[in-house]
């Protein structure tokens, strides 16, 4: 019912710049805080950054100063423009919501597929 899909991944060098996109579509009746995770091979899924839906942001240590979270609610999409890229910042970028559907009640966390981000010269 409902997909989220990302967009924008890549192989950049170090000190360059990329900018994530994630699209929520399907059966959509309220989306609620968005976020995205990564996780590098080895390591543990952690959370990069996050947006409630009052436009309050989060961000892991790691990355302030470097990334900024956005969404636009009128498309259902969610962003993130990373810059000052580091080799420590490959990973898979996944993107998080949770999301009221049309025929639903609770809040459901929806996850997409992921795409690849890697930092290397």
């Known amino acids: 019912q409902v997909q989220l899909v990302e967009s924008g991944g890549g192989l950049v060098q170090p000190g360059g710049s990329l900018r994530l996109s994630c699209a929520a579509s399907g059966s959509i009746a309220s989306v609620y805080v968005m976020a995205w995770y990564r996780q590098a091979p080895g390591k543990e899924r952690e959370l990069v950054a996050s947006i409630g839906n009052s436009g309050t942001t989060t961000y892991a240590d790691s990355v302030k100063g470097r990334f900024t979270i956005s969404r636009d609610d009128a498309k259902n999409t969610l962003n993130l423009q990373m810059n000052s890229l580091k080799p420590e910042d490959t990973a898979v970028y996944y993107c998080?919501?949770?999301?009221?559907?049309?025929?639903?009640?609770?809040?459901?966390?929806?996850w997409g597929q992921g795409t690849q981000v890697t930092v290397s010269s």
């Open positions: 998080r919501a949770r999301i009221i559907t049309r025929t639903g009640i609770y809040e459901t966390v929806y």
